[in-house]
């Protein structure tokens, strides 16, 4: 198990109560499978795999007594979560969650030039170019901004002790970056695969990762 300590530094409002935050990707879509880059512009529903991992997620953890449940705008992130409803648990649903906007990209299948251009901006952003994006997307620095005001909102609640949050590839590299203060140029070390789990513990103004990139809900 990966465990690892961070003092949060984005995070202006002061939170005492100690909170458990799941964090999961949204299950499989199609365009998932057919490896067409969906974005923050894309909005797809799961294919049936994605439902299914969506059901292996609840069975798995229908017990835990989340407080409430946040999703982005987009609904394979509220299809993730659907059954969860029936537990009369509040969804809540923040923009702030929503996915990068991969601008030109969105809608298109993956090709060797488009490739060459994604990998370049990757790279970029590895080396702490975090301002640069494709044509008409957003960068890396963007969307953690966004990010860090839909963070506030979710800690705000301090009632709220076991929280899920349902969310997107890219933007939970950058979310988890921003929660850890792990810095944002380093987001690909956080791995991800649809409906993955990373489990996160709150305290005293620390995010402690408990479990990281955990599909072993998707086994069965």
Same mark, same amino acid.
């Given at each position: ?7 949060? =530094? ?8 100690? =909170?458990?935050? *799941? ?6 879509? %199609? ?8 974005? #923050? ?32 705008? &987009? ?18 649903? &923040? ?10 990209? %969105?809608? +298109? ?20 170019? +975090? ?19 839909? &963070?506030? =909102?979710?800690?705000?609640?301090? #009632?709220?002790?076991?929280?899920l949050i349902a969310m997107h590839g890219?933007?939970?590299? #950058? ?7 792990t810095p944002l140029s380093q987001m690909?070390?956080? =791995?991800?695969?649809? +409906? ?5 513990? *709150?305290?005293?103004?620390? *995010? ?6 955990? #599909?072993?809900? +998707?086994?069965?």
């Amino acid at each position: 198990m990966f465990i690892a300590l961070w003092s949060i =530094k984005v995070i202006s409002l002061k939170v005492t109560a100690k =909170k458990t935050i *799941y964090i999961i990707r949204h299950g499989e879509t %199609e365009y998932n499978k057919q490896g067409i880059i969906q974005g #923050s512009g894309i909005d797809s529903d799961l294919n049936e795999t994605g439902r299914k991992q969506a059901e292996q997620f609840y069975q798995a953890y229908h017990h835990i007594g989340f407080d409430a449940i946040y999703t982005s705008e &987009l609904k394979r992130t509220q299809q993730s979560v659907a059954s969860f409803a029936q537990r009369d648990i509040p969804i809540r649903v &923040l923009p702030e969650l929503n996915e990068i906007n991969w601008g030109v990209f %969105e809608g +298109l299948k993956g090709t060797p030039d488009s490739h060459k251009i994604y990998l370049a901006m990757t790279d970029d952003w590895k080396a702490g170019l +975090l301002d640069r994006s494709v044509e008409d997307g957003e960068t890396p620095n963007e969307l953690q901004r966004r990010q860090a005001r839909g &963070l506030e =909102k979710i800690m705000a609640n301090q #009632s709220e002790n076991q929280v899920l949050i349902a969310m997107h590839g890219r933007a939970m590299r #950058s979310f988890l970056c921003l929660m850890t203060g792990t810095p944002l140029s380093q987001m690909d070390e956080f =791995k991800h695969n649809n +409906l993955c789990l990373y489990k996160l513990e *709150y305290h005293e103004g620390r *995010y402690a990762v408990l479990e990281h990139n955990c #599909s072993k809900h +998707l086994w069965v």
